[in-house]
């Protein structure tokens, strides 16, 4: 068995969550054993996790777990239907299609939230007393039942949640305390597990807890996916060996190729510091960044594995769409990190080229003040019939984008892999990206499958994708694109797997 260790399954996940979901789907066609355990707690996770194609086996969530709901199957539980409430008494009251409030003798004593995605499905209900101030929240599990109860201090803040199992009992309960003018949760209480009430500090020890428990009943192989859960996975009591996966560079300076300690990235240096001994090895994408880590850490072993894996029989061109337009994709995060500016700049450069080139920008911000920059930028440059921002995709809508795109672009600083260069490359669709450590440098062949360029040298950028649009050779042939892949070939990718024991 394979454990592999994250955060959560968000709505919208980062490369490190989309690799985590890839790698379960390859370890099933495979027919290697496995799952998805998350820390965090979210009442959508079943629901968020069934957008990404994954069965409730995939994975275990730590709160479902203590709250005995892992195998839950999913009932309606739509607010006009529901008995939350004695209708004889109580009215119901739309506001619009997302929320409604509930109203006693005209006085509003709740207010109720739909799910996201549903029709009329109670996703959050908040109370409020005679003041009109709001007292509590009761979170429904996407699955149709109430999960959580959240009561707030008097200036709206968490003082104490209460989860419950499915017969509405309390298994725990989270203290929130003012530290320095803050509020903290101070302590995370397990209620009759296994005939005992069981403290922690901590949502991490928490967490450790729980992975000893999943390993007393079945033992496997442990793979922690995120930095931020290190300390947590070393700490974890076990004969079982465990491995850090680093989805990302691990240097500040990954342009000179530097990987001395003080170059290492500071959410980083406990597991090569304090917490090497507690792991069995390191797990990077690419053979160039297993070397460079080699150099400077060889105390312990570092292994070469591909973090996203493909069906490399065949490409995905039989249905690739010839579009009038121009199209320039962009598929990934959209944070300052990886310089949409920059390529605002390189579709004007084209635009003098291609009057009706497109560049699309499918994902999410990493924040209101940069999509507000970002947004103002487009209108200032004149880009606003050039600039599509398409939001979050995933599936056929997802697919159609790399079906209709001429090429992908990547302006980022660097990149441990780059999952948008091996899923245009099962398109046969030309990648050009900066000429950074570490992915894009092994498998973009310019000319071939697309184009390296000096990092902020934007006409060559330019230039490059001018070309490819304007010359049917270019970067045209599937036998480039077929040995691109090949590294990623999901019956390669379970090879590589089994050197991890």
Same mark, same amino acid.
Request: with cysteine; charged share 25%.
């Given at each position: 068995?394979?454990?592999?260790?994250?955060?959560?399954?968000?709505?919208?996940?980062?490369?490190?969550?989309?690799?985590?979901?890839?790698?379960?789907?390859?370890?099933?066609?495979?027919?290697?054993?496995?799952?998805?355990?998350?820390?965090? /707690?979210?009442?959508?996770?079943?629901?968020?996790?069934?957008?990404?194609?994954?069965?409730?086996?995939?994975?275990?969530?730590?709160?479902?777990?203590?709250?005995?709901?892992?195998?839950?199957?999913?009932?309606?539980?739509?607010?006009?239907?529901?008995?939350?409430?004695?209708?004889?008494?109580?009215?119901?009251?739309?506001?619009?299609?997302?929320?409604?409030?509930?109203?006693?003798?005209?006085?509003?004593?709740?207010?109720?939230?739909?799910?996201?995605?549903?029709?009329?499905?109670?996703?959050?209900?908040? /109370?409020?007393?005679?003041?009109?101030?709001?007292?509590?929240?009761?979170?429904?599990?996407?699955?149709?039942?109430?999960?959580?109860?959240?009561?707030?201090?008097?200036?709206?803040?968490?003082?104490?949640?209460?989860?419950?199992?499915?017969? &509405?009992?309390?298994?725990?309960?989270?203290?929130?305390?003012? =530290?320095?003018?803050?509020?903290?949760?101070?302590?995370?209480?397990?209620?009759? $597990?296994?005939?005992?009430?069981?403290?922690?500090?901590?949502?991490?020890?928490?967490?450790?807890?729980?992975?000893?428990?999943?390993?007393?009943?079945?033992e496997g192989v442990i793979?922690?996916?995120?930095?931020?859960?290190?300390?947590?996975?070393?700490?974890?009591?076990?004969?079982?060996?465990? /491995?850090?996966?680093?989805?990302?560079?691990?240097?500040?300076?990954?342009?000179?190729?530097?990987?001395k300690y003080g170059k290492? /990235?500071?959410?980083?240096?406990?597991?090569?510091?304090?917490?090497?001994?507690?792991?069995?090895?390191?797990?990077?994408?690419?053979?160039q960044q297993k070397q460079?880590?080699?150099?400077?850490?060889?105390? *312990?072993?570092?292994?070469?594995?591909?973090?996203?894996?493909?069906?490399?029989?065949?490409?995905?061109?039989?249905?690739?769409?010839?579009?009038?337009?121009?199209?320039?994709?962009?598929?990934?995060?959209?944070?300052?990190?990886?310089?949409?500016?920059?390529?605002?700049?390189?579709?004007?450069?084209?635009?003098?080229?291609?009057?009706?080139?497109?560049?699309?920008?499918?994902?999410?911000?990493?924040?209101?003040?940069?999509?507000?920059?970002?947004?103002?930028? =487009?209108?200032?440059?004149?880009?606003?019939?050039?600039?599509?921002?398409?939001?979050?995709?995933? &599936?056929?809508?997802?697919?159609?984008?790399?079906?209709?795109?001429?090429?992908?672009?990547?302006?980022?600083?660097?990149?441990?892999?780059?999952?948008?260069?091996?899923?245009?490359?099962?398109?046969?669709?030309?990648?050009?990206? $900066?000429?950074?450590? $570490? &992915?894009?440098?092994?498998?973009?062949?310019?000319?071939?499958?697309?184009?390296?360029?000096?990092?902020?040298?934007?006409?060559?950028?330019?230039?490059?994708? *001018?070309?490819?649009?304007?010359?049917?050779?270019?970067?045209?042939?599937?036998?480039? $694109?077929?040995?691109?892949?090949?590294?990623?070939?999901?019956?390669?990718?379970?090879?590589?797997?089994?050197?991890?024991?």
């Amino acid at each position: 068995m394979y454990y592999f260790v994250n955060e959560n399954i968000f709505t919208f996940n980062s490369g490190t969550e989309f690799s985590a979901i890839n790698r379960q789907k390859m370890f099933k066609k495979n027919q290697l054993e496995s799952k998805i355990i998350t820390r965090n /707690y979210n009442n959508r996770v079943h629901a968020d996790a069934k957008d990404h194609g994954l069965t409730d086996d995939d994975f275990i969530s730590m709160y479902d777990f203590f709250q005995e709901t892992t195998d839950v199957k999913r009932k309606h539980n739509k607010l006009r239907y529901s008995d939350i409430i004695d209708k004889r008494n109580y009215h119901i009251v739309g506001v619009d299609n997302n929320s409604s409030l509930i109203k006693y003798h005209g006085n509003t004593v709740a207010k109720v939230e739909i799910a996201p995605g549903t029709v009329g499905e109670i996703g959050t209900v908040t /109370y409020y007393d005679r003041f009109g101030n709001e007292t509590s929240k009761d979170l429904y599990d996407s699955r149709g039942f109430k999960s959580k109860t959240i009561y707030l201090h008097p200036n709206g803040e968490t003082g104490h949640e209460l989860l419950y199992n499915l017969d &509405g009992k309390p298994v725990m309960e989270i203290t929130h305390m003012f =530290i320095d003018g803050k509020v903290f949760p101070t302590m995370y209480k397990l209620l009759d $597990y296994k005939g005992k009430n069981l403290r922690f500090n901590t949502e991490d020890e928490l967490f450790t807890f729980f992975i000893q428990e999943l390993l007393a009943s079945k033992e496997g192989v442990i793979i922690n996916d995120r930095p931020s859960l290190i300390e947590a996975v070393a700490n974890v009591q076990t004969t079982c060996h465990k /491995y850090q996966f680093l989805h990302g560079p691990h240097t500040t300076d990954a342009n000179l190729g530097g990987s001395k300690y003080g170059k290492v /990235y500071d959410n980083l240096r406990p597991l090569f510091g304090k917490f090497i001994k507690n792991y069995s090895g390191v797990i990077v994408p690419t053979l160039q960044q297993k070397q460079e880590l080699q150099k400077f850490f060889n105390s *312990i072993s570092i292994y070469n594995i591909t973090d996203f894996a493909v069906d490399g029989s065949k490409l995905l061109d039989e249905n690739k769409h010839i579009s009038d337009d121009k199209n320039i994709l962009y598929i990934g995060r959209l944070f300052e990190d990886r310089h949409i500016e920059h390529l605002l700049k390189i579709t004007q450069l084209v635009k003098a080229e291609f009057s009706n080139v497109k560049l699309h920008l499918v994902g999410y911000f990493g924040s209101k003040d940069y999509s507000d920059k970002i947004k103002k930028q =487009i209108t200032d440059m004149k880009l606003d019939d050039n600039v599509v921002i398409e939001g979050y995709q995933l &599936g056929e809508k997802k697919a159609k984008f790399y079906k209709d795109a001429d090429v992908v672009v990547s302006a980022g600083n660097s990149d441990a892999l780059n999952i948008s260069m091996v899923e245009a490359f099962t398109y046969k669709t030309p990648f050009v990206c $900066y000429d950074v450590n $570490y &992915g894009p440098r092994l498998f973009v062949k310019n000319g071939k499958n697309g184009y390296l360029v000096p990092q902020g040298k934007f006409n060559d950028f330019a230039a490059d994708i *001018i070309n490819i649009m304007k010359s049917t050779d270019e970067c045209n042939d599937d036998n480039d $694109y077929l040995e691109s892949i090949r590294n990623f070939d999901f019956h390669n990718f379970a090879q590589q797997w089994h050197k991890v024991i």
